[in-house]
């Protein structure tokens, strides 16, 4: 495939018992609970290099999911200071094929930020284990640390594939970690994570039906700026460029005229060619977020789904932080730290895999089936945007929503945080809609604050606050 009918491909999917090897690093100098096994106390992390004092324990380490492939997956757990009091969250990031640990955990919603130096780290002010346990997981094989001895898993990886890996993954790590059993269980992430997460959901819920007390105590998901359905996604990235000021009027209308809207996996060449006129037309931006300013040391001609990396921070701008990531992970004392890359993996860790990313080999066209499988099956489901992002927009999130034809519980409000509006809000019935104002695609990197606030609110399944004088239904 040409790279403008790969890169086009990309814009529009965002629109990312067995044996279990030892591995990993091990915790924090304080906190945690139970360790559960011999295997978990061997994952527990003493100190990551550059790390700060923390009163909670870290885990990290390979679960094998395919004994036989020798395919195994790498895991960053960071537990809360109580971790017995709180839930079990799993975070995934898309791509397909980026980094849970080099985005989320690094970036985004974890305990640490990486500093410029690429050698130390500092804390992040606004933690999602300051409420739940965080499980980051690099899936599928291939990403970040993860790994296959079987050459060709790299060039096959998928949807169905990723799903069923991910799942025979938590398997095997409760066994490891028997304390996080019947444990309250969600499923989190962001963009081609869209897919991941609803996938996995469905996989999770159907394995536990007729299951008096499954030990995957799953209660929801919440998935952000997702990939949800290829014709909505498709509607509302072109329609999001237009009404940004990122594309001409001719531009769009040919967009609408040239492009398909039911597939984005094959695009025609006339689509292919007005694409790359409408990409000329926006420039050298971040369509992660499209307010920032990009980092000048980095190229982003060549565009990729899931590289949401400009950070917009509460007291200063740091649009380079990828840099930093993949610096501080490709160390050796961070590797040992962490217990990774045991098996000598013959490639440097990088923020997204290339290989899984262009020879992705399944991607149904519409996640909506499942949404209205588990919305029906009473499970827990919120939707959250930021509206600063132009790769997976607010506007394909809303038309897809729309797609559901659920009926409104609570109609669209301001919510706020600090007496200032946050975002807007509306409640379905079964599913939950939130952006975030100002947010570009990676939420909590652009807005920390607010994310937590967002999170804390889906964990106790509370609405977003609004001034008492609103309006909340009619």
């Given at each position: 495939?040409?790279?403008?009918?790969?890169?086009?491909?990309?814009?529009?999917?965002?629109?990312?018992?067995?044996?279990?090897?030892?591995?990993?690093?091990?915790?924090?100098?304080?906190?945690?609970?139970?360790?559960?096994t011999?295997?978990?106390?061997?994952?527990?992390?003493?100190?990551?290099?550059?790390?700060?004092?923390?009163?909670?324990?870290?885990?990290?380490?390979?679960?094998?999911v395919?004994?036989?492939?020798?395919?195994?997956?790498?895991?960053?757990?960071?537990?809360?200071?109580?971790?017995?009091?709180?839930?079990?969250?799993?975070?995934?990031?898309?791509?397909?094929?980026?980094?849970?640990?080099?985005?989320?955990?690094?970036?985004?919603?974890?305990?640490?930020?990486?500093?410029?130096?690429?050698?130390?780290?500092?804390l992040?002010?606004?933690?999602?284990?300051?409420?739940?346990?965080?499980?980051f997981?690099?899936s599928?094989?291939?990403?970040?640390?993860?790994?296959?001895?079987?050459?060709?898993?790299?060039?096959?990886?998928?949807?169905?594939?990723?799903?069923?890996?991910?799942?025979?993954?938590?398997?095997?790590?409760?066994?490891?970690?028997?304390?996080?059993?019947?444990?309250?269980?969600?499923?989190?992430g962001e963009?081609?994570?869209?897919?991941?997460?609803?996938?996995?959901?469905?996989?999770v819920?159907?394995?536990?039906?007729?299951?008096?007390?499954?030990i995957?105590?799953?209660?929801?998901?919440?998935?952000?700026?997702?990939?949800?359905d290829?014709?909505?996604?498709?509607?509302?990235?072109f329609?999001?460029?237009?009404?940004?000021?990122?594309?001409?009027?001719?531009?769009?209308?040919?967009?609408?005229?040239?492009?398909?809207?039911?597939?984005?996996?094959?695009?025609?060449?006339?689509?292919?060619?007005?694409y790359?006129?409408?990409?000329?037309?926006?420039?050298?931006?971040?369509?992660?977020?499209?307010?920032?300013?990009?980092?000048?040391?980095?190229?982003?001609?060549?565009?990729?789904?899931?590289?949401?990396?400009?950070?917009?921070?509460?007291?200063?701008?740091?649009?380079?932080?990828?840099?930093?990531?993949?610096?501080?992970?490709?160390?050796?004392?961070?590797?040992?730290?962490?217990?990774?890359?045991?098996?000598?993996?013959?490639?440097?860790?990088?923020?997204?895999?290339?290989?899984?990313?262009?020879?992705w080999?399944?991607?149904?066209?519409?996640?909506?089936?499942?949404?209205?499988?588990?919305?029906?099956?009473?499970l827990?489901?919120?939707?959250?945007?930021?509206?600063?992002?132009s790769?997976v927009?607010?506007?394909a999130t809303?038309?897809?929503?729309d797609?559901?034809?659920?009926?409104?519980?609570?109609?669209?409000?301001?919510?706020?945080?600090?007496?200032?509006?946050?975002?807007?809000?509306?409640?379905?019935?079964?599913?939950?809609?939130?952006?975030i104002?100002?947010?570009?695609?990676?939420?909590?990197?652009?807005?920390?604050?607010?994310?937590?606030?967002?999170?804390?609110?889906?964990?106790?399944?509370?609405?977003?606050?609004?001034?008492?004088h609103?309006?909340?239904?009619?």
């Amino acid at each position: 495939m040409a790279e403008a009918a790969v890169l086009l491909a990309a814009i529009l999917l965002a629109l990312h018992p067995l044996p279990m090897s030892l591995s990993a690093a091990a915790g924090g100098d304080g906190g945690g609970g139970d360790s559960g096994t011999a295997e978990a106390a061997a994952d527990r992390i003493t100190a990551l290099p550059g790390q700060p004092r923390v009163n909670f324990s870290m885990y990290s380490g390979y679960v094998t999911v395919d004994a036989a492939a020798g395919r195994a997956l790498f895991y960053w757990l960071i537990e809360a200071a109580d971790p017995a009091s709180a839930p079990l969250v799993l975070w995934l990031n898309g791509g397909p094929g980026c980094s849970s640990v080099g985005y989320g955990a690094s970036e985004e919603l974890g305990a640490f930020r990486i500093n410029p130096d690429g050698r130390s780290l500092y804390l992040n002010p606004y933690p999602w284990n300051r409420v739940a346990n965080m499980l980051f997981l690099d899936s599928p094989a291939g990403v970040g640390y993860s790994y296959s001895n079987t050459t060709s898993d790299l060039l096959t990886a998928g949807d169905n594939k990723t799903a069923h890996d991910s799942y025979a993954f938590l398997v095997n790590w409760l066994e490891r970690f028997p304390q996080y059993k019947y444990r309250d269980f969600y499923i989190a992430g962001e963009s081609y994570g869209g897919h991941y997460v609803p996938q996995l959901s469905q996989l999770v819920y159907r394995n536990n039906k007729d299951v008096e007390k499954p030990i995957l105590n799953f209660k929801g998901f919440m998935v952000g700026n997702a990939v949800i359905d290829d014709y909505h996604d498709y509607v509302g990235t072109f329609e999001y460029w237009w009404t940004h000021g990122l594309i001409s009027d001719d531009t769009y209308q040919k967009l609408q005229v040239a492009c398909d809207f039911e597939s984005s996996a094959h695009a025609s060449e006339a689509c292919n060619k007005i694409y790359e006129v409408a990409e000329a037309e926006q420039g050298n931006i971040d369509a992660y977020s499209i307010y920032t300013p990009t980092c000048k040391k980095t190229s982003f001609l060549k565009r990729r789904l899931i590289r949401g990396n400009l950070p917009w921070l509460p007291r200063g701008y740091d649009p380079c932080t990828e840099k930093y990531s993949t610096k501080y992970y490709n160390l050796p004392e961070v590797q040992k730290a962490f217990h990774a890359n045991v098996t000598g993996i013959p490639y440097a860790w990088t923020t997204c895999s290339d290989d899984l990313f262009y020879y992705w080999k399944d991607s149904p066209r519409s996640m909506l089936p499942i949404y209205r499988e588990l919305i029906a099956a009473g499970l827990r489901i919120w939707v959250f945007s930021g509206d600063a992002d132009s790769v997976v927009p607010l506007t394909a999130t809303r038309y897809s929503i729309d797609a559901l034809y659920l009926p409104t519980v609570t109609n669209w409000y301001p919510w706020y945080d600090d007496e200032e509006v946050a975002g807007w809000c509306q409640v379905y019935q079964g599913l939950t809609l939130v952006t975030i104002r100002g947010a570009g695609h990676e939420v909590p990197l652009h807005r920390p604050r607010q994310a937590l606030k967002l999170f804390e609110h889906f964990l106790q399944d509370k609405p977003m606050p609004q001034p008492l004088h609103s309006i909340q239904s009619f």
